[in-house]
C-alpha cells in the first residue's frame, strides 16, 4: 500500500496538466499513489492524461462526467488507499521535495495535519511572491490554519476522513474552505513547515478569477453551515476564539472579495446568510479579541480590516446598503 495518495482534479487544464502531472511524477518521494480524476474535460487534457497514465504504474487514471471540482476530489478520497493523503490542482504543480518535506514533518512531529507555503508564479513558471509559514502553536498561534485555506498545500493523515466523514459538497466553490475550518478546529495535532514548495499559478481562465459577481458560481453556503454543525457535534479541539474568527474570516471573504459586483437580489442573499449564520451559532461575535485591529494575531492587516469592518457592518444593520452599492 502506498504512503501518500495525491489527488488531481483535472478540468480543461491542457495548457498546464501535463506539468502538473509530471511534477508529481518525479518527486524525490516515491512512495505514492497519483489519482487523476478527468472531470469530463473537453479540450486535450484526456489524451494528455493516458499518455502519462501509460508511463507511470502510481497513475489511478479516473474519467467521470463534468461534476464539479468536489465530486471530482471526493472520487479521489474514496479511492485513496495511503496513510496520508494531499491535493494539487490540474493546473498548478508542486516542488521536487514536496511530498518528502510533508511526509518527514508529519513523521517528526506527529502531525495529523500539516500545512506549508506557496509560491505565486505566472503562466511561465516566473515567481510572483511567496507565503511562507510561521510556527503553529495550539491554543496561542493558530493563525496559519486560517490564512492559508485551501486543501492544497496541506497534508492529512488520510484516516481523519473517514472518522469524521468529510467529503466536499458538490454544487458550489470556495469548498476548500469550510473544509480547512473544520479540519483546523477538531484536528489535535496541526504543525506548519518553512516550505514553499506549492506552486499556485496565476492565469486569466482560473475560478479564482472569475468569482466575482457570483454569475457562474454559488457560494459555499451549505458547505460552511454543514461544517460548523458537523464542529458543534465534534467538538473543539483548538481555540474557540481563532475557530470564530475563521469563519469570520470565510464570511468576510465572501463579502469583500468575491461577490461584489452581483446583482441586488445575489447580494441581499449573501447578506441575509451572514448576519443568519452570526447570530445562530457565534451570538457574541462582535467580542472576539482576536478579531481585534490591535490583536497580536499574525495576520494581514487587509484581512483584519476586512473581518472588523464585517462586524460593523453586521451589527449595525448597514450591511445591506453597503451590499447595494456594491451590486452592478
Known amino acids: 500500500m502506498p504512503e501518500v495518495s495525491v489527488i488531481i482534479p483535472v478540468y480543461n487544464n491542457e495548457k498546464f496538466v501535463e506539468r502538473c502531472i509530471r511534477s508529481v511524477m518525479e518527486q524525490s518521494f516515491e512512495d505514492l ?111 496559519w490554519a486560517l490564512r492559508i485555506s485551501a486543501v492544497w498545500s496541506h497534508f492529512y493523515q488520510r484516516s481523519l476522513w473517514e472518522k469524521y466523514n468529510v467529503r466536499f459538497c458538490p454544487g458550489e466553490r470556495g469548498e476548500d474552505m469550510p473544509v480547512s475550518l473544520f479540519f483546523s478546529t477538531v484536528c489535535d495535532k496541526i504543525a506548519t513547515i518553512p516550505e514553499t514548495g506549492y506552486f499556485y499559478v496565476q492565469h486569466a481562465s482560473s475560478a479564482v478569477h472569475n468569482f466575482r459577481g457570483l454569475k457562474n458560481y454559488s457560494l459555499p453556503y451549505r458547505a460552511l453551515e454543514n461544517m460548523i454543525q458537523k464542529i458543534q457535534k465534534t467538538g473543539i479541539a483548538n481555540s474557540p476564539e481563532f475557530y470564530e474568527l475563521f469563519v469570520l474570516r470565510i464570511l468576510a471573504t465572501c463579502f469583500f472579495e468575491l461577490a461584489p459586483g452581483a446583482t441586488p437580489e445575489k447580494m441581499k442573499e449573501l447578506c441575509d446568510y451572514i448576519v443568519r449564520i452570526l447570530k445562530s451559532y457565534f451570538p457574541g461575535f462582535y467580542k472576539n479579541k482576536k478579531a481585534r485591529l490591535t490583536s497580536g494575531a ?30 452592478r
Open 33 to 143: 499513489e497519483i489519482l487523476v480524476i478527468n472531470d469530463g474535460s473537453t479540450d486535450g487534457s484526456g489524451d494528455i492524461l493516458e499518455e502519462l497514465a501509460a508511463q507511470d504504474s502510481r497513475i489511478r487514471y479516473m474519467k467521470q462526467e463534468n461534476k464539479g471540482v468536489a465530486e471530482a476530489r471526493n472520487r479521489g478520497i474514496d479511492h485513496a488507499r495511503g496513510v496520508y493523503l494531499t491535493f494539487v490542482d490540474g493546473d498548478d504543480y508542486i516542488g521536487r521535495d514536496y511530498i518528502r518535506n510533508f511526509y518527514d514533518a508529519a513523521r517528526e512531529k506527529q502531525a495529523e495535519m500539516l500545512i506549508c507555503g506557496l509560491s505565486y508564479v505566472d503562466m511561465d513558471g516566473r515567481l510572483l511572491r511567496r507565503t511562507v509559514p510561521g510556527e503553529y502553536r495550539k491554543l496561542d498561534k493558530e493563525e
Open 298 to 327: 499574525d495576520i494581514p492587516f487587509i484581512q483584519k480590516a476586512a473581518v472588523k469592518t464585517l462586524i460593523f457592518l453586521v451589527r449595525t444593520r448597514l450591511i445591506y446598503p453597503v451590499s447595494r452599492l456594491m451590486s
